[in-house]
């Protein structure tokens, strides 16, 4: 199993709809967690950070996490084009530093 | 400040050849990683620095790979000799170690061996 887990996409949705991208991990231990964002030809960028159970919100994007389950996800609202990139789970395992990402999710948003 | 500065952009190389890839972290940053990216395995950490002491490198592929960090404002990933299952695109990243744990990419160093 590996230890963030992905759905690789396409996920295609229209201007101005919400946009849900899931991610699980395995390790239960795990304390930290992160959505990167990846345009094509470009390196990733935090967009949003999350380290206890329940929503947390930035503009438009949410990030929600459920610890028991071991999944988190990111919402964006009012999607746009401009948010058409990859987008990264990432998970810092229990005891260490290090962020191990998931293969990414690719969204696009049709104008 | 300049950001996570990483050279070459793009190297392109034939098997057998050592390849040398650098970076220079983000001035005050304590953390330093290398990442890998294809799209077959996604962003695979390679080895991670912490005060320039290689804390974890459980990620290196194989002996061919070697990193180092002779200083806390440069280091290098080294692969030799390299073969053509190396091309991808790698990344070194930096982090403050202040407890955000956020961390700022480099451009990447696009690796074609051919």
């Known amino acids: 199993q590996k230890e963030v887990e992905q759905n690789s996409g396409p996920l295609s949705v229209p201007e101005g709809a919400i946009a849900s991208l899931n991610c699980t991990y395995s390790?239960?231990?795990?304390?930290?967690f992160f959505w990167y964002r990846q345009y094509s030809g470009k390196s990733p960028e935090l967009i949003m950070s999350?380290?206890?159970?329940g929503d947390k919100e930035d503009g438009r994007f949410t990030a929600q996490l459920n610890k028991a389950s071991q999944y988190v996800s990111l919402l964006i609202r009012d999607s746009q084009p401009s948010d058409s990139a990859t987008y990264l789970c990432?998970?810092?395992?229990?005891?260490?530093?290090?962020?191990?990402f998931g293969a990414g999710t690719r969204l696009f948003v049709k104008a | 400040d300049a950001g996570v500065i990483q050279s070459p952009r793009h190297e392109v190389t034939e098997m057998g050849q050592e390849v040398t890839l650098r970076c220079k972290p983000i001035?005050?940053?304590?953390?330093l990683f290398w990442y890998r990216q294809t799209m077959m395995r996604g962003l695979e950490l390679l080895i991670y620095?912490?005060?320039?002491?290689?804390?974890?490198d459980s990620g290196m592929p194989e002996d061919r790979f070697s990193a180092k960090m002779p200083n806390a404002s440069f280091s290098t990933l080294k692969i030799q000799p390299s073969e053509p299952r190396d091309s991808a695109v790698y990344f070194c990243?930096?982090?403050?170690?202040?407890?955000?744990?956020?961390?700022?990419f480099g451009s990447g160093t696009q690796l074609s061996v051919l």
């Open positions: 990432a998970v810092n395992p229990t005891g260490g530093f290090k962020t191990i």
């Open positions: 390790d239960r231990g795990s304390q930290s």
């Open positions: 999350i380290y206890s159970n």
């Open positions: 001035s005050g940053h304590d953390y």
């Open positions: 620095f912490n005060n320039n002491v290689p804390i974890d």
């Open positions: 990243a930096s982090d403050s170690g202040q407890g955000n744990e956020k961390l700022f």
